[in-house]
């Protein structure tokens, strides 16, 4: 592979691993600073903490999504080995498993059910 395609797609890694992290750290700033104006408000605590838990869950879920494609990029474009296609389906599946566990948490269905 041309020097050029793997430097542009570790550059490319190394942008979306950053992007999958700030939006992580962005998003739990964000809705933590947002507990003080809804007690302001007068909100009832377990209101504000299923905001914060939504917010936060959300948050974690698009970052993890950039991470996992930080991943195949790195795997695919960078470092094509049978081992790093082993530890890139592992990545992958754990990932996987938290995006899946997050939204059942936080939708309180299973994905294949009607919303209500």
Known sequence: MPEIVKTVAE???????????????G?????LVFVPLFLLKNHKTEEIYTQVRQRLGRGILLGLEFLVAADIIHTVAVELTFE?????????????????????????????????
């Not at 998003?27 to 809705?31: I, M, Q, R, S």
């Not at 530890?87 to 309180?108: H, Q």
Request: charged fraction near 15%; hydrophobic fraction near 55%; charge should be neutral.
């Open 27 to 31: 998003v739990a700033l964000h809705a």
């Open 84 to 116: 790093t296609v082993g530890i890139l389906a592992i990545i992958v599946l754990i990932r996987t498993f938290l995006s899946f566990t997050l939204e059942v948490e936080l939708s309180g269905r299973w994905p294949w059910q009607k919303k209500e």
């Open 11 to 25: 550059w490319g890694v190394t942008i979306t691993e950053i992007t999958g992290i700030l939006i992580i750290v």
